[in-house]
């Protein structure tokens, strides 16, 4: 058996949109920017505080408000709650966390309510719902995005999760000097089809290292990769953006493909097999994100095979990086889902219902295809410590519920 796997990184973004005046007709804006002063506009449409509307002088003036804008399908922003929650409990005389969301109060309330009962999530912090004065103040383009307002209503920063800590809520309460990086994560349009960071595609980096393409880190590009034609009668191209250096290996060797027709890599069928490990991943044992552990890579070639393309993809990793990788068929303790009787799963239609709660490790399952089932549980397991093998035989959309998969960690 061959193996091979992926990972995805999600953010979530939106789509600005605003209005030119507040509700009293005083000008607003285009977008605030560090330094400027922000308007006393009145907040309407909460939960989780005592009135429905408020002026925002209220929340800043016991000396710092932070706004923590966020949606209800942004993951990371719902695991960031319990800390920015921890925070306001212990500065509870000094600062206010406002949860601000643009989507609408009950689309709020129903994720609320579901959340508490799938998972025991309870958010306390005051919440302001379908925003559209705020969102056009700052403008986020996308979440969480954290803005900072000292007790004078003067934005003092504006930063991502990480900036927000014990530490530096205590430095700038105190009117410390504190270094956190700008928020700036604004998508700048990329053609994979072409040379990277040549005549504007992907913007500018500073940071490249040899021209197959090789560089380093591009803050404002997504991490993806491809592999492709660029045109059907003479170029070809094979790129990954924003890898460490483990996966750029898994996208060199990976024989498979998934349902976007890109070829994916499996780490729990990936064995490093190196000293240290340390600067080939791209997150450490805590979580943080390993930045300087990530490069960009292309290699545009005339018109050749996908497996040829990989084959120059092996051969630049061993000269740029000196280390080799292989394949090798091995026994290994496996995840097999398998059914005695598939007909006990076909599906009796409904609708297609696919919903997976990690916390409560269960998993329904409703008229959903085969090949989608197999590649969206094989993500799902992809951090196990064993590969996910389907045996199930399935042929045609499928029902069931799998419960307590969190057991096999």
Known sequence: MKYFIFFTLISCSLVSFGQKTTKDNHPVPKQLQIGDKIPDITITNFINHQRQKEKLSSFYKKGLLILDFWSTNCSACIEAFPKVTKLQSEFSDKMNVLLVAYQPLNTIQRFLQKGKELSGLEITLPIACGDTLLKTLFDPPSFPHYVWIDKNGIVKYITYSWSVTKENVTAVLNNQPVQMELKDDRAIDVNLNAPIFINGNGGKNTEILRYSV???????????????????????????????????????????????????????????????????????????????????????????????????????????????????????????????????????????????????????????????????????FSDYPYPFVDELGMKGNMDFTLENFGNYR
């Open 214 to 380: 090789l560089s380093g880190y591009a803050k404002n590009l997504p991490s993806e990769h491809s592999i492709d034609d660029i045109n059907h009668d003479s170029l070809s191209s094979i790129s990954a953006i924003n890898y460490p250096v483990k996966e750029l290996f898994q996208i060199a060797y990976a024989d498979v493909y998934d349902k976007y027709g890109q070829y994916s890599i499996p780490a729990n069928r990936t064995i490093l097999k190196v000293p240290d490990s340390a600067n080939y991943i791209w997150e450490d044992k805590t979580g943080a994100i390993l930045w300087q552990n990530l490069y960009c890579y292309q290699r545009i070639v005339p018109k050749m095979s996908h497996e040829d393309l990989k084959k120059l993809m092996q051969d630049d990793l061993k000269l740029y990086f000196g280390m080799t990788g292989r394949l090798e068929k091995r026994k290994v303790k496996c995840l097999v889902l398998s059914s005695e009787d598939t007909t006990l799963i076909a599906s009796k239609g409904g609708g297609w219902w696919y919903r997976v709660n990690p916390a409560a490790h269960t998993i329904v399952v409703r008229d959903v295809s085969d090949s989608s089932f197999r590649y969206d549980f094989s993500r799902l």
